[in-house]
């Protein structure tokens, strides 16, 4: 008797454990209007209801994720990057595999208002920009730039003033990757490790009064650029496309952000975007695999989710 109360008490944690009948998602505040839309689209199609979306980062969504198995637990989370190998490592801890989805391609975006003057940078010039510290004459010392002709005198004479993504951005980590890295491995010769290796001084950005972080959502980033024209912002080309009557591109190495540029690789900060899936929810929570072929289908080449802003595969 004793031995069967137990098998009833263990079959009743295992179905509490899957009692959630709507996907849940978590992740990238990139990708969250593709997701948002596939996620409208399968719950219009009636046999299951639309996902609940949270937009927290790519790092949020993945320490998240990799919490462990079970309804407190997201089913998917979108990244604005791969994950890394300690994401990995914790998933793996926690009992969770992912499963990798790469769903297209996006852009950085380092952009003004429309009223402001439109510019012409390098990724050098940027780093020299937002860097907590930065090379003279084979050292480091902390960033004395305050305006942007410092750097080049070419470059307007107006305050040093960027809108940054937080640290838990995917955005953050790409652009961290893709233009402070590079810049000190490819311009400078850094190695990549060590005390003077460029994961150690070129992955912070300056601390003092002209880098602004702000939230997840970058439509509050738009906002902040249409009120101030000498404001500049990082954030991913398809809120930059879906609001080219307010904001434009700077062009980055003599490339403009465009579709073009992104999928033929010409701009210099272009990644790619992802979605992970949990293994162990597979098959319990319903509607995920009808999600997953649903995402697939509207990322395709003239599809819908192309129609947003997201370059293709």
């Not at 790092?59 to 979108?78: E, S």
């Not at 305050?159 to 980590?173: C, E, M, Q, Y």
């Not at 695999?289 to 129609?307: Q, V």
């Amino acid at each position: 008797m004793k031995k069967t109360l137990l098998a009833i008490a263990a079959l009743a944690v295992s179905t509490s454990a899957f009692a959630r009948d709507q996907i849940k998602i978590v992740g990238s505040s990139t990708v969250y209007p593709f997701a948002t839309v596939v996620a409208e689209t399968l719950g219009r199609m009636g046999d299951y209801k639309a996902p609940v979306i949270e937009s927290t980062g790519s790092g949020g969504g993945m320490k998240m994720f990799c919490k462990g198995v079970g309804v407190d637990t997201p089913d998917f989370t979108n990244s604005s990057r791969q994950i890394k190998q300690s994401e990995i490592d914790l998933c793996k801890k926690n009992g969770v595999t992912p499963i990798e989805r790469l769903i297209g391609f996006d852009g950085i975006a380092f952009a003004n208002s429309k009223e402001g003057e439109k510019v012409s940078l390098t990724k050098e010039e940027i780093f020299k920009a937002v860097s907590k510290v930065v090379r003279v004459n084979g050292g480091w010392i902390p960033n004395p730039y305050t305006t942007w002709n410092q750097i080049n005198p070419d470059l307007p004479n107006i305050k040093i003033d960027v809108l940054a993504p937080p640290p838990t951005s995917g955005t953050r980590d790409a652009f961290v990757e893709l233009v402070m890295h590079k810049t000190c491995k490819n311009d400078y010769g850094m190695p990549k490790k060590g005390a003077d290796g460029y994961k150690t001084m070129c992955s912070s950005l300056r601390e003092d009064g002209y880098i602004t972080e702000v939230g997840e959502n970058d439509n509050v980033v738009i906002m902040k650029l249409t009120a101030e024209k000498q404001r500049f912002g990082i954030f991913g080309f398809s809120f930059l496309d879906n609001n080219r009557d307010k904001v434009q591109g700077a062009t980055i190495n003599g490339v403009d952000v465009d579709f073009e540029t992104i999928a033929d690789g010409s701009y210099p900060i272009s990644r790619p975007l992802y979605f992970y899936m949990k293994k162990e929810h597979l098959g319990k929570i319903p509607g995920m695999e009808a999600y997953d072929e649903l995402f697939k289908r509207m990322a395709e080449p003239e599809g819908k989710l192309e129609e947003l802003g997201l370059i293709t595969k």
